[in-house]
């Protein structure tokens, strides 16, 4: 793999690792324990899913669910035909709709480019859950593209393991697959959750 493109594929694993993040809630962003491969939560497997289209916002009602899961589709993030804005219109009801959760999953689909049917610029579906209860969240991207080419932190392993093995290895607990990359880490105590859950 070339000097430029290594690059590439280290700064796409990042920014994927980066994009996730932001939307673990502030409490996590100070883990109190070193973080581990991306696992599903223990409530996923009960939780029913409220699925939301694009630009679609959720009622206000939906604040008050515990545990929550919601599915987000985000594939029309495009400049000329008012999808970005209507992407970002939605988006504040849709953040405000997990704050008061103690478990709360979400998925979305997201694609940004210039016109619907373009190249995304970047395209990934993503995992993001907490559980402030047990005190674990968890992100996961996969599929991750730029440009149409897949970039993640298995690009980045498969690229540092021939000259740094050890780098290599620690990365792939973040992930191993092409376009992929997620982790599960430890929340601070949340006593509103400890007192409710």
């Known amino acids: 793999m070339s000097r430029p493109r290594l690059r590439t594929v280290l700064l796409a694993a990042a920014l994927a690792l980066g994009a996730a993040t932001t939307t673990v809630p502030a409490a996590a962003a100070a883990p109190l324990s070193r973080p581990g491969p991306f696992t599903e939560p223990g409530f996923a497997a009960g939780c029913p899913w409220h699925r939301y289209g694009e630009g679609e916002q959720p009622p206000w009602w939906l604040a008050f669910t515990d545990p929550l899961c919601v599915e987000y589709s985000k594939r029309d993030i495009t400049v000329d035909n008012g ?98 990359s997620g982790l599960t880490t430890e929340l601070p105590f949340d006593l509103r959750c400890a007192l409710g859950g």
């Open 83 to 180: 999808g970005a804005l209507r992407f970002l219109l939605a988006e504040p009801s849709r953040i405000a709709a997990s704050l008061l959760t103690c478990h709360y999953y979400q998925r979305d689909h997201w694609s940004v480019q210039s016109t619907t049917g373009a190249v995304p610029w970047v395209a990934w579906d993503g995992q993001y859950w907490w559980d402030r209860t047990g005190r674990r969240a968890g992100v996961r991207l996969a599929d991750f593209r730029i440009d149409g080419v897949r970039v993640g932190i298995g690009d980045a392993v498969a690229a540092l393991r021939p000259r740094f093995p050890d780098l290599a290895d620690a990365l792939a607990a973040y992930g191993t697959a092409s376009g992929e």
